[in-house]
T-cell receptor, first 111, second 115 residues
Framework: DAKTTQPTSMDCAEGRAANLPCNHS???????VYWYRQIHSQGPQYIIH???NNETNEMASLIITEDRKSSTLILPHATLRDTAVYYC????????????FGAGTTVTVRA | DAGVIQSPRHEVTEMGQEVTLRCKPI?????LFWYRQTMMRGLELLIY????????DSGMPEDRFSAKMPNASFSTLKIQPSEPRDSAVYFC?????????????FGEGSRLTVL
């Protein structure tokens, strides 16, 4: 399984963009990058995923570098409700059901 | 639409007692997962069902743990006998069929405390 490396924590100002980095230098060509978040006392919530192209949805944007060794999740206008632990996960190609959650990045949005 | 529903939300029990956690997946989803979350080990996959059949139970810690899925709308995770080290938040998640989306829908979790 490809491993991911994320900063332990980061702060962000409310209303500003939050850029969450993730390194996955050993990613294989057919492995996807997934992002989930977990707000305190809730279950994890899917945010977005991608293979090689940049992706955008109503929650966030995902920018994947051309060599696919790293990616950035962008929350365009962070709110206090975006305070959560954010997990960057690389999906094991041959075991499509396994999502291995690491320690994630604790993001604190401050007013 | 109702999400994944878990019960109980909180359970406090004494060591040696049997604990049963319940999960109702989202209607139409045919994959179901049980995860456990602790401070020390984070989120761990315990077992995965597809079409009510257990596919991978390699994450189940030991024989004290068992999981069943008698039908598409119900699953249980049982611990017998329970031990203090089983204290954790147990999450159930479901997914709509196989494929490459990988998006899991999680319930709110069941917080178990074993005294």
């Amino acid at each position: 399984d490809a491993k991911t490396t994320q900063p332990t924590s980061m702060d962000c100002a409310e209303g500003r963009a939050a850029n969450l980095p993730c390194n996955h230098s050993t990613i294989s060509g057919n492995e996807y990058v997934y992002w989930y978040r977990q707000i305190h006392s809730q279950g994890p919530q899917y945010i977005i995923h991608g293979l090689k192209n940049n992706e955008t949805n109503e929650m966030a944007s995902l920018i994947i570098t051309e060599d696919r060794k790293s990616s950035t999740l962008i929350l365009p206008h962070a709110t206090l409700r975006d305070t959560a632990v954010y997990y960057c996960i690389v999906r094991v190609a041959n075991n499509d059901y396994k999502l291995s959650f690491g320690a994630g990045t604790t993001v604190t949005v401050r007013a | 639409d109702a999400g994944v529903i878990q019960s109980p939300r909180h359970e406090v029990t004494e060591m040696g007692q049997e604990v049963t956690l319940r999960c109702k997946p989202i209607s139409g989803h045919n994959s179901l997962f049980w995860y456990r979350q602790t401070m020390m080990r984070g989120l761990e996959l315990l077992i995965y069902f597809n079409n009510n059949v257990p596919i991978d139970d390699s994450g189940m810690p030991e024989d004290r743990f068992s999981a069943k899925m008698p039908n598409a709308s119900f699953s249980t995770l049982k611990i017998q006998p329970s031990e203090p080290r089983d204290s954790a938040v147990y999450f159930c998640a479901s997914r709509p069929g196989q494929g490459n989306t990988g998006e899991l829908f999680f319930g709110e979790g069941s917080r178990l405390t074993v005294l």
